[in-house]
T-cell receptor
Framework: GNSVTQMEGPVTLSEEAFLTINCTYT??????LFWYVQYPGEGLQLLLK?????DKGSNKGFEATYRKETTSFHLEKGSVQVSDSAVYFC???????????FGAGTTVTVRA | DAGITQSPRHKVTETGTPVTLRCHQT?????MYWYRQDPGHGLRLIHY???????DKGEVSDGYSVSRSKTEDFLLTLESATSSQTSVYFC??????????????FGPGTRLLVL
């Protein structure tokens, strides 16, 4: 079956530091890959996505590249801000009923 | 904003009582989903629907049932609530992008405490 493994947190950074959150997956077929973000006290928001190998998703300074050869979709941001403090979830979607399989989530705290 | 609302937003109930959570959408999406969020597990799929009266089980469906009698509403029922069902419940819809992929968008969540 499908599964997602992401870097365990919590991760604590200083403002303007570089952020990487590792995500690897196991899937049958050719899934689409997503990063969702959950800010404190809120629901999940789509951050970025990629639907095929070598696609790069990007949004709000975050980037992730769909790497089929390493089955990975690592999230990166070059210079984080306090407002990036949140829980980040990596997920994959099958192409039949579009069901999502999630990683456990990584809590990121950015200090001023 | 995918036009998703959930009710109630917070609920406290006692073990053994039935509980129904409602998800309502305004944009006629075909697919709807129920997930639960627990620390260390991310979100896990409970049930989903691919049309009116068409539903299927997800990863953690035991103790839950669903109904979809009209496109806009997807109900999740805990038949006899247990403390292990204390969780945050999220509804989602699937929206078609350009191309074959559909992307899920989530409601605000319902926080359920079973005493």
């Amino acid at each position: 079956g499908n599964s997602v493994t992401q870097m365990e947190g919590p991760v604590t950074l200083s403002e303007e530091a570089f952020l990487t959150i590792n995500c690897t997956y196991t899937a049958t077929g050719y899934p689409s890959l997503f990063w969702y973000v959950q800010y404190p006290g809120e629901g999940l928001q789509l951050l970025l996505k990629a639907t095929k190998a070598d696609d790069k998703g990007s949004n709000k300074g975050f980037e992730a590249t769909y790497r089929k050869e390493t089955t990975s979709f690592h999230l990166e941001k070059g210079s984080v801000q306090v407002s990036d403090s949140a829980v980040y979830f990596c997920a994959l979607s099958d192409r039949v009923d579009y069901k999502l399989s999630f990683g456990a989530g990584t809590t990121v705290t950015v200090r001023a | 904003d995918a036009g998703i609302t959930q009710s109630p937003r917070h609920k406290v109930t006692e073990t053994g009582t039935p509980v129904t959570l409602r998800c309502h959408q305004t944009e006629n999406h075909r697919y709807m989903y129920w997930y639960r969020q627990d620390p260390g597990h991310g979100l896990r799929l409970i049930h989903y629907s691919y049309g009116v009266k068409d539903t299927d089980k997800g990863e953690v469906s035991d103790g839950y049932s669903v109904s979809r009698s009209k496109t806009e509403d997807f109900l999740l029922t805990l038949e006899s609530a247990t403390s292990s069902q204390t969780s945050v419940y999220f509804c989602a819809i699937s929206e078609k992008d350009r191309g074959p992929q559909e992307t899920q968008y989530f409601g605000p969540g319902t926080r359920l405490l079973v005493l």
